[in-house]
């Protein structure tokens, strides 16, 4: 937990999910270093709330007081205002987390994008089951449900209907 000093995020920031906190105060709950750049968890002691949010750096304020540059849209949702100091934690996600944050982004092109990963990932598995599942299927009769020997079905049969 670090106390910083919420400043207005930068416009190139705003609707990207960005929140700008110096090197020295990237840090998790275990006192390790995040990397610039990663998705994570942004908690907000006082009022409870958290969001996702890509931590990069903030060269800006690199000598001066411990400020954290937040835009209005994800200070509205943890709760707080400009210019005031409050605990903030900084906690890594796990792959899951990433995939909701993506789902739900504020900027359009990451939410669009993983839309059309997660289509795409579930258009294949439908296609790879519907190409196996029913071979896969009249073998399971054939063997298994000891069908007479002199009845076959055939999938090239089967697959023209």
């Known amino acids: ?10 416009k190139e920031d705003i609707y990207n999910d960005i929140i700008r906190v110096s090197k020295l105060e990237r840090k998790d709950k275990n006192d390790h270093d995040i990397k610039e750049g990663s998705l994570c968890k942004v908690w907000v002691l006082e009022t409870g709330r958290w969001v ?8 800006q304020y690199k000598n001066k007081e411990t400020v954290i540059l937040i835009d209005e849209y994800l200070r509205e949702r943890l709760g707080i205002e400009k210019n005031n100091k409050y605990a903030f934690t ?17 900027n359009p092109g990451y939410r669009i994008s993983m839309r059309i990963a ?10 790879i089951l519907t190409t196996f ?16 020997h002199n009845i076959r079905i055939h999938t090239s049969d089967y697959q023209k209907h």
């Open 1 to 10: 937990m670090i106390e910083l000093i919420v400043k207005r995020a930068r």
């Open 52 to 59: 996702y949010a890509i931590l990069r750096g903030n060269e």
């Open 90 to 106: 900084f906690q890594r996600v796990w792959f899951l987390d990433w995939l909701q944050w993506a789902w739900s982004a504020t």
């Open 118 to 127: 997660i289509a795409s990932v579930v258009l294949s598995v439908l296609g």
């Open 133 to 148: 599942v029913p071979k896969l299927s009249l073998d399971i009769r054939q063997h298994y449900l000891h069908w007479p």
